[in-house]
């Protein structure tokens, strides 16, 4: 696999990370998305997160695309603030809170088992690994602190400023947006991407959102899995040199057996 090959595609859920990139990055970190909360707004009271449908629920006789439009129609009754808007208030407002003490909180005993609640609530998981009562256990304690579920399978808002600052700290003045499946990529100034507003929409970035980010010389990577509630950087030796990402991001560095699913592994610690 080339260079190019290797900032288009993440490693099978089932590889471990590192040794599937074949040296061509000494280290992986895994960048947990961080809940948020916005001072006077409840979740209850917006659209946001991912809507999620199960085929098992289609009503007989009915089209696919008539169905998901009409549940997303449902899901804005009553909502004062439509996902656009709330991806743009976090990015402005949001303070964000770590998974470490919502686990504490909460009563999870670690990351891996928040994961696997997050993960649950999203239908991403096989039955045999989903657990519907920690699920019901987070959305309960979430809706009484008024935080937002971190999203899945892309930059989050609240998370893009500190994305540019590693970049940044690289030295790297321009970086390369492509989309999820290495269809489109385009190099893009880091000023186009450090305003107030969403990435979605930005006139630099591909037209259906940002999946990778890379380095022009291939030594920094950042991925997002499209059923993850992480964001995954990869990096060179020198690449990541005097970035200390464990100041921008919650998460954990990657061993040589780590997967796409670190929720069946042992926990690695969080870095502190």
């Known amino acids: 696999m080339d260079q190019d090959e290797l900032t288009k595609f993440g490693p099978p859920d089932d590889t471990p990370i590192l ?27 917006c659209e946001s997160g991912s809507l999620t449908l199960l085929r098992s629920e289609m009503p007989d006789g009915a089209e696919l695309l008539e169905w998901a439009d009409e549940a997303k129609a449902a899901r804005k009754l009553g909502k004062e603030i439509e996902a ?45 690994l989903a657990d519907s009562a920690s699920t019901e256990r987070l959305l309960r304690y979430c809706d009484r602190e008024a935080l937002f579920l971190p999203t899945e399978g892309r930059f989050e808002p609240v998370m893009q400023g500190a994305l540019i600052q590693m970049f940044a700290r690289a030295g790297h003045r321009e970086i390369i947006a492509g989309d ?51 964001t995954l950087i990869l990096g060179t030796e020198a690449g990541l040199a005097g970035i200390r990402l464990s100041q921008l991001f919650e998460g954990f560095w990657c061993d040589t057996a780590t997967t796409a699913y670190w929720l069946t592994e042992p926990p690695i610690p969080l870095v502190e």
């Open 19 to 45: 040794p599937w990139y074949g040296g061509a990055f000494q280290h992986a970190f895994v960048a947990l998305h961080p809940f948020f909360s916005v001072e006077g707004l409840h979740p209850g009271a």
């Open 84 to 128: 656009d808007a709330v991806d743009t208030i976090a990015k402005r407002f949001g303070r964000t809170i770590g998974w470490q003490a919502v686990a504490r909180a909460a009563g999870f005993s670690d990351h891996c088992e928040l994961d696997r609640a997050l993960r649950t609530n999203i239908h991403g998981l096989r039955d045999d």
């Open 180 to 230: 999820e499946f290495g269809d489109e990529e385009r190099l893009v100034d880091l000023s186009a991407l450090a305003g107030k507003k969403p990435w979605v929409g930005v006139e630099d970035v591909p037209a259906y959102g940002a999946r990778r980010l890379f380095a022009p010389d291939r030594s920094l990577l950042a991925w997002v899995h499209w059923d993850s509630f992480y």
